[in-house]
């Protein structure tokens, strides 16, 4: 079974293009360098939540410290 996914054209100004070529490989196509951004992306926002958390719960005050 073949999948075929469709592609599109995106315009970046040059500076964009010359900066993900300076963080890619020779091996990334601009698809798999801007998959591996945006994993990133979705990654660092998880954290931030994840910290805000931790910080939100420690204002609060209900939290038993363990140790």
Same mark, same amino acid.
Not at 6 to 26: A, F, H, V
Not at 28 to 54: G, M, P, S
């Given at each position: 079974?073949?999948?075929?996914?469709?592609?599109?054209?995106?315009?970046?100004?040059?500076?964009?293009?010359?900066?993900?070529?300076?963080?890619?490989?020779?091996?990334?196509?601009?698809?798999?360098?801007?998959?591996?951004?945006?994993? +990133?992306?979705?990654?660092?926002?998880?954290?931030?939540? +994840?910290?805000?958390?931790?910080?939100?719960?420690?204002?609060?005050?209900?939290?038993?410290?363990?140790?």
């Amino acid at each position: 079974m073949i999948i075929c996914m469709s592609k599109t054209s995106i315009q970046i100004e040059d500076k964009t293009r010359n900066r993900l070529k300076s963080i890619g490989t020779m091996e990334d196509t601009y698809d798999t360098l801007i998959e591996r951004l945006v994993r +990133f992306y979705e990654e660092a926002l998880k954290n931030d939540y +994840f910290v805000e958390t931790q910080h939100r719960i420690a204002r609060s005050g209900r939290f038993t410290e363990l140790g």
